[in-house]
């Protein structure tokens, strides 16, 4: 077996062509190749090439404010089009990352498709198949009858088509045929053998690395240090050295956007879980713990970036941040889900799975509700939490969103009533107004449909929108009002300040005044049922101690 290439991330630059198609393994920082991508940056400068990329990336490569990842190599005449799942989303007050700005101005050809599908593209191509049949995305901004994915005017009207198989709707996404990969990995042995110990997933490194080498491209990753040959476990070898053509080394490679190694993100450690720093009573907190109420214990739920992500950890201050098993998009199974920058990343993980395989999961359906984000929701139910036409920069894309909710059994939204400046106060148990927001985020049409209330009724799911003021359910007649929160005028403070007309239950309820006050709740989750299998035998041998434990 020949030992690997080891060379600088400016020496690996020079393996890329003109006119190539890149594919980089990242989520923002984590698992994210930035110093072969800043090698990129730097041979551009000095030599004007490579020239017409095309850069892919199943999810976002690079942190909000452009110092990492895509940014490296987002200059005109280098970068023609670019393929992803997400972007870096860029704060509101400061300038956008500058792959915003190409975006934005219309000097790149950009696309926004769903991560798990982006994942699939890579696993079609590395298998020779023509692309990808799938649902995700059906009546949504990917879909070609909107905007195809197409995130501006330059961009052409391609690599999305709709078919019917069966009398079923269908999206067909072509095959992503890289000829370059670039990958992260922790350690790389003398063969090119790769282990991931510190890293905190491996995301989708094996099937980029696959779909490049499968079509004669090549492979360069980045790790932290180099291991003599032979001495790499071969059960912790996640990317085979048969497959990797160069090794970068950077020994200061961030694990997430702020940490260099958390050992507790990557399972080497499980930390005590009460270092997890409280979350502060806030209307956001109020809005994760009414969303709390909705779990049972035994269930396995997946969770989106926002004030969702709180949740986990209000379920902690309850005593019950052990009852659900959370899966998130870049492949952590169970722990505590962590906030803000290292967010896909989990505190004490069951397991870590590959990113392309919790879309599996997650894409199939097999986990009980997903508690997620939203910009705004119409009349239909459908929910845009990928585009905002003022201010495009902000916004992430769509991510895992449309892999996730295609399937979901069951879907709480969770977010303010309205946005802008606002005066919302909290005294006593109830909800104080005093200046509302003077945008609501229940309008007539969505600017852009990422989930479809349509496909959402057709398929049966059950969809429950959370906000700091009321409940809403989505029903086939329309979104209905079930809760208001204690010192709510349902008239002036909800029905008046949405964009249509919202049903109203017969026996409209009172939000529990307990959630208003930053007391613990003294939440205890209702555990779940049984499979029927197990609950046929629980029936059939009551005594049975194994069974009853469920």
Known sequence: MQKVAVLTARQAADLVDDRDVVTVSSSSALGCPDAVLAGLGQRFAETGHPRSLTSVHPIAAGDMYGVLGIDHIAQPGMLHRVVAGSYPSGPSSA???????????????????????????????????????????????????????????????????????????????????????IIRATTADEHGNLTFEDEGSPLGALDLAYAAHNNGGIVIAQVKRLAEEGSLHPQEVRVPGILVDAV??????????????DPAISGQLRRPLSVLPPVAFSLEKIMARRAACELHAGEIVNLGFGVSALVPHVLLEEGQGREISWVIEQGAVGGVPLLDFAFGCSQNPDAIMPSI????????????????????????????????????????GVGGFADITTAAPEIVFIGSFTAGRR???????????????????????????????????????????????????????????????????????????????????????????????????????DRAPLHPRLQRQATAHPANPAVAAR
């Open 357 to 396: 395989d919790q879309f599996t999961l997650l894409q199939g359906g097999g986990f009980d509700r997903s508690l997620l984000s939203f910009l705004e929701i119409d009349r239909d139910g459908s929910v845009n939490v990928h585009y905002l036409p003022k201010r495009r920069h902000v916004t992430a």
């Open 95 to 181: 300038e956008p990352p500058r792959i915003w700005q190409m975006i934005t101005g219309g000097e790149v050809e950009a696309y926004n498709f769903p991560s798990g599908v982006v994942y699939q593209m890579h696993r079609a191509a590395a298998s020779h198949q023509p692309g990808v049949f799938t649902q995700v995305g059906i009546d949504t901004f990917v879909d070609p009858r909107q905007q195809g994915g197409r995130m501006n005017d330059a961009t052409p009207a391609e690599n999305v088509e709709l078919a019917e198989i069966k009398g079923e709707e269908w999206l067909f996404f072509p095959s992503i045929v890289p000829n370059v990969a």
């Open 423 to 525: 005066d919302i106060g909290i005294d006593g148990g109830r909800l104080e107004i005093r200046a509302d927001g003077p945008h609501t985020k229940f309008v007539e049409r969505v600017a852009q449909v990422t989930f479809s209330g349509k496909q959402a009724l057709a398929r049966g799911q059950k969809v429950t929108y959370i906000t700091e003021r009321a409940v809403l359910r989505l029903t086939p007649d329309g979104l209905m009002v079930t809760e208001v929160a204690p010192g709510v005028d349902l008239q002036r403070d909800v029905l008046d300040r949405s964009d249509f007309p919202l049903l109203v239950a017969e026996e409209i309820k009172t939000m529990d005044p307990s959630l208003f006050s930053p007391e613990r709740l003294g939440l205890v989750l």
């Open 248 to 261: 970068v080394l950077a020994a200061d490679q961030l694990q997430t956007t702020l940490t260099q190694n």
